[in-house]
């Protein structure tokens, strides 16, 4: 009987440390108001940046201590905001993820909400992920720290974060600093991999809508300059197909009169071409020898930039 009261008393109080989902304490010499917890929502724009919804507010006791019940959280992994304001109106926060099913504990250790300890894994890789940031930025030397910055984490959140909620965290604070599309457009491949196993998950849709929007926006910047450059190919190749045109229908249609580019004795000796006579018969005609002949047909195809005899009778010939 002894043993089963036991049992009994432990499964009491299990049950009620369960319903405690977040719990800790501040000092009430600083304290002027309650303490708040509030979510990340997502607006129109499935952004993060300043849309905060209050969950609830607790008045600590006479020792400071708080706690919040596990009913108030969401059933999967949302962003929350523990807040309070000291005296001073200077506010003490800390963001955190957790879940219905977590337990969460701050402690005074290093100041109000400096320290906790939590059993969501996610929440876990995200501290890493911040502290991780500011190592970084010590790290790195003005006034390219930035972007440095920048570009280490959008690497490290593409390659190394695991956890598929928190490197959405991640990547929204990348588009909150308009870093996001110039990721994607070096790495499309990766990012439409990832885009896939969100939409497998069960991460609501809304939650990675602004990914889902910025990898349409680099296809469509993608798709249009390909078309760009493709209509820039084809109006050279028709601009080109109409010069050359021009130029053969110029050639085809060139006067006849070609006297002020010819000789008299080669102006003589293509009219005689063009009457069908043979070298032989050009050389009768006009007293020369046939070498002489063939020197001025020659002649007379470099300047009318014709290669042969049907070439010349074709252009100059009249019809």
């Known amino acids: 009987m002894r043993y089963l009261i036991f ?10 440390q369960a319903q405690t989902g977040v719990s800790g304490q501040v000092d009430l010499d600083d304290t ?4 708040q917890i509030k979510v990340f929502t997502y607006g129109s724009q499935a952004k993060l940046k300043d849309s905060l ?13 708080f706690e919040f019940d596990s009913h108030l959280f969401s059933k999967k992994n949302s962003l929350y905001k523990i807040q309070y304001m000291e005296k001073g109106g200077k506010i003490a926060e800390k963001s955190f993820i957790h879940s219905q099913s977590d337990v969460l504990r701050f402690s005074l250790v290093d100041g109000v909400f400096a320290h906790y300890e939590s059993t969501n894994m996610a929440d876990k890789e995200w501290q890493g992920f911040q502290q991780l940031k500011l190592k970084l930025l010590d790290s790195l030397v003005a006034p390219t720290a930035q972007v440095d910055l920048d570009k280490r984490l959008a690497g490290y959140t593409k390659d ?16 909150q600093r308009n870093l996001l599309q110039s990721d994607i457009s070096a790495n499309p491949s990766a990012y439409t991999v990832l885009l896939k196993e969100l939409q497998a998950s069960d991460i609501p849709a809304l939650e990675y809508a602004f990914l889902a929007d910025r990898i349409a926006l680099d296809y469509a910047k993608d798709y249009q300059k390909k078309y760009s450059w493709s209509m820039a190919l084809n109006l050279f190749l028709l601009l080109g197909f109409v ?8 050639r085809k249609r060139k006067p006849n009169g070609t ?22 018969e050009i050389a009768q005609e006009l007293f020369i020898s046939v070498n002489t002949v063939k020197t001025h047909i020659q002649n007379i195809y470099r300047k009318l930039e014709v290669a042969n005899r049907k070439e010349l009778i074709g252009r100059f010939s009249k019809k």
């Not at 049992?7 to 009620?16: A, E, R």
């Not at 002027?32 to 303490?35: E, Q």
């Not at 002020?260 to 102006?267: G, I, R």
Request: proline content about 1%; overall charge positive.
């Open 259 to 280: 006297a002020h580019l010819l000789s008299s004795q080669e102006t003589k000796v293509e009219a005689l071409i063009l009457q069908g006579c043979t070298n032989k």
């Open 53 to 65: 919804r209050l969950v609830a507010t607790t008045q600590p006791d006479a020792k400071g201590f």
């Open 160 to 175: 190394s974060v695991k956890v598929l909620y928190v490197k959405l965290l991640a990547l929204n604070q990348l588009d």
């Open 32 to 35: 002027i108001d309650g303490v």
């Open 243 to 250: 010069v050359s045109g021009a130029y053969l229908f110029y």
């Open 7 to 16: 049992i009994l008393f432990c499964t009491y109080f299990n049950g009620i």
